[in-house]
């Protein structure tokens, strides 16, 4: 019965659309593993700052469910192996470097994107915001990039990508990948959404984090860095 309603509830977190309105819905709290949660557990869990919320909104009912900040894990021999042969054959990635990938699942519009950067609050509170990008400031945040890690032999800075949204990948063809198959969304996931930064160690062992800076980028790529970061 439990794995009927993990599977039910994955189908629908994976194909739901997001309606406006909210009013008089049942919220269902969810652990990292899909099972329903007590809202009190819920709350405690949120507060140890180990796991961030993933949300998604039905015609009658909320799911809240919880996705750890940052994940720590190793690939197996097998899975390892068929991702360096993938990676080599369709992109030319070498598999004996360290991996810092950046996943966006959709790409920016460039026509729907601000002609300069801004900060939209997404409540009444101006609790939460998101950050909207300029063409200009966006462009620029990924040629800084290239420049910080081209120095660095041992590391190979990737960028993979679902659904380009008109956004001109050509422009930086051996910077952006398009996920063939999903391949990396699928790995390295919560069955929700896929992490947006995922370092790969040529040994297998891999940190996926919600959220990433250049300097955690730059910090992790060093075994030492991970190793203190993971005790």
Not at 173 to 191: A, E, G, P, T, V
Request: with cysteine; charged share 25%; hydrophobic share 35%.
């Amino acid at each position: 019965m439990k794995s009927y309603f993990k599977d039910c509830i994955l189908i629908l977190l994976l194909f739901v659309t997001f309606p406006t309105i909210s009013q008089n819905k049942k919220t269902i709290f969810l652990d990292a593993s899909l099972q329903p949660i007590d809202k009190t557990i819920y709350q405690k869990q949120i507060a140890s700052k180990l796991f961030v919320t993933a949300i998604v909104e039905l015609d009658t009912v909320i799911y809240k469910k919880l996705r750890y900040r940052n994940y720590f894990g190793k690939l197996n021999f097998k899975k390892k192996y068929q991702l360096n042969k993938f990676f080599n054959s369709r992109h030319g990635i070498d598999s004996t470097k360290t991996w810092v990938i950046h996943y966006q699942d959709t790409l920016p519009n460039p026509k729907k994107m601000p002609a300069k950067s801004k900060i939209v609050y997404t409540d009444s509170t101006k609790t939460t915001h998101i950050h909207l990008s300029s063409l200009k400031d966006y462009q620029a945040h990924y040629n800084k990039e290239l420049k910080q890690f081209k120095k660095k032999k041992e590391v190979s800075l990737l960028h993979f990508y679902t659904d380009k949204n008109q956004y001109n990948v050509d422009r930086l063809s051996n910077f952006w990948f398009k996920d063939q198959n999903n391949i990396i969304k699928k790995m390295f996931s919560d069955h929700v959404k896929p992490y947006g930064l995922i370092i790969v160690y040529p040994t297998g062992e891999f940190f996926a984090s919600c959220y990433f800076t250049s300097s955690m980028s730059k910090n992790l790529i060093k075994p030492r860095k991970y190793r203190k970061m993971k005790e």
